[in-house]
């Protein structure tokens, strides 16, 4: 049974910073890509960045690139994501992803490409 468990979200002002992290259980977390997405009051959920198993290959959704860093912790079953300059429009709920699939060298955007979901933490913006 895969769990994941996301956590540091908080109130941040505009022009903070806050880092999120994600913990997978489950064998051989190195073996699988990883995914942040957000979901916004009364807008559907998107995606906002992946990494590979490896770390080799990431991508981000363009609102964010340049602020936002995945990265993951192979040997403590983690992935981050750096949230630097933060704006009100990221305000949203951000949850945590990990594929059923091992494996992949291009990053995934799509959320019907992940199996396991964390229950999401909230990120809030103040201006």
């Known amino acids: 049974q895969v769990q994941v468990v996301e956590s540091g979200g908080g109130l941040v002002q505009a022009g903070g910073s806050l880092r999120l992290s994600c913990v997978a259980s489950?064998?051989?977390?190195?073996?699988?890509?990883m995914g942040w997405f957000r979901q916004a009051p009364g807008k559907e959920r998107e995606f906002v960045a992946s990494i590979t198993s490896n770390s080799g290959n990431a991508a981000y959704a363009g609102s964010i690139e340049g602020r936002f860093t995945i990265s993951r912790d192979n040997a403590k079953n983690t992935v981050y994501l750096q949230m630097n300059n933060l704006k009100p429009e990221d305000t949203a709920v951000y949850y945590c992803?990990?594929?059923?699939?091992?494996?992949?060298?291009?990053?995934?955007?799509?959320?019907?490409?992940?199996?396991?979901w964390g229950q999401g933490t909230q990120v809030t913006v103040s201006s």
């Open positions: 992803a990990r594929r059923a699939v091992p494996g992949g060298v291009v990053p995934l955007r799509s959320e019907y490409q992940y199996a396991y």
């Open positions: 489950g064998r051989s977390f190195v073996d699988y890509m």
